[in-house]
């Protein structure tokens, strides 16, 4: 076979697996295997994403300034606290 | 047509020549092609995905959280303020919530501790997650021996253990009773953590916060939506997480399309010299050249993008796991849903095919058009 005919093969055998991912993607969400329901009444207000430092941890519940909270001088030094940044104050509060 | 079809395969056929006879070269440029179109197209599934999970898990998260804080640190709420804020027009219930970290000097991970009310948990018994459940190779029946406030061990009874899908919510977690909460803890019995609020017209969120922030000056209303947007713009592309591997894919990306921008090696100019000496017309050429940045950015493209998938949604992403574990003892396996679109696919296509693609044809152009005596003696 013409090398250029296999690379037309091999380029339409990834485009349909490339074509593939949303429609699994869809099948999928229809589908979900993640089952909440023994965790849902617990009302959780952050996601688990690092559990080293508890900023980073609940980070919606964190304040602004937690990082530099344990003493004046106490710079970052978890590596999720550089990737995982503190809550942004939206609302002032009156 | 027929003829078209034909010249077009010819043309592929040299092109996969030529690029063969620089194999180590061009087969080292597909890698890192690859290589960068993997790591953004990973970067961008992971984010959608977490994006999307936020938004589901979140929507379960209380109307309003009441924080109370004393001297810039988050301090115990009193019963009192329980009292008043439910009696606030539009609140239509206040629960107090109990939770908190435990450090366990035994392997230095931190859990955090949750007491339920809704659904009961017997008292000396405990849900963990699976994460727990795996730092302290625990089954259902084990005890958990937790060590309290004054250095007396608590023994709780594993009751069950969370399945791994609801490890990105609760896989450090220990579900334990309110009493062994507070027994543990020495917790005050008229004080909580801080305050769930349900409001009956989410329209009125905001007036009710005011209400309880010039009531309580000392205290910190948290609303759903800013739980729901401090997760947005955590994803968000200005997101330390997302910038830091954005900027990187970028910045290798630029410097990879310059270099192929800003000219052809000596050995591909005279090869354009020799083509057009022998009859090749610029068109010919240009065609070449265009079918030679198809061949590696689309073959780069598709493979990096599938990969991306596979990295991050049959593996769970394990190069950014290994980035967001830190030093942390327990960290979840991120098993998400696959979230892809139209949309995130063409942004993927124009960030990556159509500038390197451009960057091929357009030094090419410039010596197709030159003389191919002047070419060769280049």
Redesign the interface.
Known sequence: M????Q??L??AA??T??LM??L??RH??QH?????A???????????????A?Y??????A?R?APF?EHPLALEH???G????P??P??E?? | MKRTVERHLNILEFTLASLLRRRAKNLSLVAIYLLVVFLLASLQFFVSALKREATLILHDAPDMVVQRLMAGRQDLVPAAYLTEISQISGVTAVRPRLWGYYYDQLNGANYTLMASEDPPVTSGHASIGSGVAKARNLAVGDLLPLIRYDNTPLMLEIGAVLPSSSDLVAVDMIIISPEDFRMLFNFPADQATDLAVTVRNPKELSTVAAKIASQFPDSRPILKSEIQRTYQSLFDWRGGMTLILLATSLISFIIFAWDKATGLSAEERKEIGILKSIGWETSDVLLLKFWEGVVVSLTAFLLGTVLAYGHVFFLSAPLFAQALKGWSVIYPRFQLVPVVNAYHLSILFFLTVVPYTTATVLPCWRAATIDPDAAMRY
């Open positions: 013409r090398r250029s005919l690379f037309l091999f380029t990834s485009l697996l490339f991912l949303p699994h993607a999928a969400q979900p295997v993640v089952e909440m023994q965790v849902r009444n617990l009302h959780v207000t952050d996601l688990c994403l690092a559990t080293e508890r980073t941890r609940h980070p919606a519940m304040d300034h909270q978890f590596p999720s550089s990737l995982i940044l809550a942004i939206l609302r509060t009156p």
